[in-house]
């Protein structure tokens, strides 16, 4: 089973990715949680590379991609093969927004580059943590450029995630409520999804383009 959490800066992805595990672990259900780009040796040194460049829209892209196949193949498979529930902060949503719409490239070339690649993987539940710009920008320090950008392009990327939140392992939560209420949805929903999807579901079995 694989959870990803998606949305724009300082909406609460990495807090609730935490409380997340933190319940698993309780539950005793076995877990893995990466970043994206990031969660292995190599996939870290590309996220250095991908924050510290200014970069045209493409390299992102193919940075993104290359760092994706690396942790499908080292971690995602293996994991799900194990029946490890896997959690990713950003996945394909944050590609189709960032690249996709925002950076121009258009959705569907970028959809289609995944499937072609063998990075596009659809996951069975998805929380769109939904928060205004101007919430979420008070929220952080700015480290990267992205975080760096104006209020315009954050309220853009906020726009193209709820666009595409739009199918049946979407949850849009509204991160501007408290936190425990936002923990409290969570941990419902996945609660749910758990009672629907048996963690051991094989990868070959998903939508891969």
């Known amino acids: 089973m694989i959870i990803t ?23 005793g259900l076995p877990w893995l949680s990466l970043r994206e780009p990031g969660g292995s ?12 460049h200014d970069l045209d829209v493409m390299a992102e892209l193919l940075l993104i991609l290359a760092s994706r196949s690396h942790n499908i193949s080292r971690i995602i498979e293996p994991g799900l093969a194990e ?6 902060d950003r996945f394909v949503d944050s590609t189709l927004v960032y690249q996709g719409i925002v950076g121009g490239l ?17 996951p069975d539940l998805t ?7 101007e919430l979420g920008l008070s929220r952080i320090n700015p480290s990267d450029r992205f975080e760096h950008r104006g209020q315009d392009y954050h309220q853009r990327i906020r726009d193209a995630f709820l666009r595409i939140s739009c199918t049946d392992r979407h949850r849009i939560i509204d991160t501007s409520l408290g936190r425990e209420h ?6 419902k929903e996945v609660e749910a999804a758990l009672s629907r999807i048996s963690p051991h579901k094989p990868l070959n079995n998903r939508k891969t383009s």
């Open 127 to 133: 929380f769109m943590m939904d928060v205004s710009p």
């Open 5 to 27: 959490f998606e949305g724009g800066e300082g909406s609460g992805k990495s807090t609730n990715v935490a409380g997340l595990c933190s319940y698993l672990t309780i539950k």
């Open 106 to 122: 258009g959705y569907e070339r970028v959809k289609d580059i995944m499937g072609h690649t063998g990075t596009w993987i659809e």
């Open 83 to 88: 029946g490890t529930i896997i959690i990713i």
């Open 41 to 52: 040796c190599f996939s870290e040194e590309v996220r250095d590379l991908f924050l510290r």
């Open 182 to 187: 936002v923990y409290e949805r969570i941990i």
